[in-house]
């Protein structure tokens, strides 16, 4: 049996993202919330996210057979579903809870994030955004969120 491995990613509104990761054979998403205030903003709603005062980014776990995917692959879809070198927004969406992360779960996923950042840096040739943290709790988003933009049949965010 192949063991799964988890990543998790934040890069502006989470139906976007996930819709970036959509049609990827091998994974499996959830949107949610990651790298706020565990201690007072516990399984953190929605509206409390909205409010810019719980740290949680808006994010996508993805639970992915890395015999299929790699981490790294993971990380170029990453990379070219948004724009990192905004800081706190993308597009139209502004506060903390739209920023640019990468929430590793082990030294692995660490180095390989630190090399893209460095990568995609010198390509972009600007400063990337982008936080690589360690990841903490992730508490998925209402069912309403889930594969939101999908069960709409939409290709982007309405604006």
Known sequence: MVKKETA????????????????????????????????????????????????????????????????????????KSHDPTQLNRQGPDYGTQYRTAIF?????????????????????GKKVMTKITKAGAFYPAEDYHQKYLEKRGLAACPV
Do not use: M
């Open 8 to 79: 998790y990613f934040g890069a502006g509104c989470f139906w976007h993202v996930e819709l970036a990761f959509s049609n990827i054979k091998g994974i499996t998403t959830r949107v949610g919330y990651i790298g706020g205030d565990e201690e007072n903003y516990p399984n953190p709603t929605y509206k409390q996210v909205c409010t810019d005062q719980t740290g949680y980014a808006e994010a996508i776990e993805i639970v992915f057979d890395p015999n299929k995917i790699s981490y790294k692959e993971l990380l170029d879809i990453f990379w």
């Open 104 to 124: 590793y779960l082990n030294e692995k996923q660490k180095k390989e994030a630190e090399e893209s950042k460095k990568i995609i840096e010198k390509k972009l």
